[in-house]
Each structure stands twice: as structure tokens, then as C-alpha cells.
């Protein structure tokens, strides 16, 4: 079983920055890529950005050249560096893990953006 703990979310003003941070524990846990995902009330989760263990990273065209995704292997940590903040962005941020085959997930982290 893999845990993720997420933290850095919060109340930023548009044109702000935060940076999220995910970290994955447990027994074994090797992950083959991380991510983040996100949801509002009105939209279905999607895909914010993720990253293989080797470095590959994939954007949702939305944040591309504001958002930008880090990992540390060593740790099984995931960052999402977001710049230039939109109230757009304003949702719950979840992390997502692969390890061994199966998928887990944080339990999310609000993001809101006041205009």
C-alpha cells in the first residue's frame, strides 16, 4: 500500500505562485511516474501534468509555460511549481502515483485563486 501526503495548496491572489508537493510512502513503494490532477464541482478531474521516473513530462495545454513538474526519486516526491495563476486554476489538487501497477491517490489540496 502507498500513501501520498500532499501539501502547498492554499489562497494566492492571479498572478501568484505556489508550489504543491507530494510525497509517497510505504512498503516497497517505487513509483514509476507521478502527477497531479485536478477538480472542480463543475468539471471531471483531469490531467494538470506528470512525470516518469526517467524524467519524461507530459502538460495539459492550459498551464503549459506556467506550470512546471519536479521529482526526486530518492524521496518519491512529486513538486508542481505553478506561476502566473489564473483564477481558472482555482480547484482541488490531487496527486496521483503508479507503483507496482497500481494507481493511488492523495486526498487533495484546495488551490484558490482570487481574480
Known amino acids: 500500500q502507498v500513501q501520498l501526503v500532499e501539501s502547498g495548496g492554499g489562497l494566492v491572489q492571479a498572478g501568484g505562485s505556489l508550489r504543491l508537493s507530494c510525497a509517497a510512502s510505504g512498503r516497497s513503494v517505487s513509483t514509476s511516474a507521478m502527477g497531479w490532477y485536478r477538480q472542480t464541482p463543475a468539471k471531471q478531474r483531469e490531467l494538470v501534468a506528470n512525470?516518469?521516473?526517467?524524467?519524461?513530462?507530459n502538460y495539459a495545454d492550459s498551464v503549459k509555460g506556467r506550470f512546471s513538474i519536479s521529482s526526486d526519486n530518492a524521496k518519491n516526491t512529486v513538486y508542481l511549481q505553478m506561476n502566473s495563476l489564473k483564477p481558472e486554476d482555482t480547484a482541488v489538487y490531487y496527486c496521483n502515483a503508479n507503483s507496482w501497477g497500481s494507481v493511488y491517490w492523495g486526498q487533495g489540496t484546495q488551490v484558490t485563486v482570487s481574480s
Open positions: 512525470i516518469t521516473r526517467s524524467g519524461g513530462t
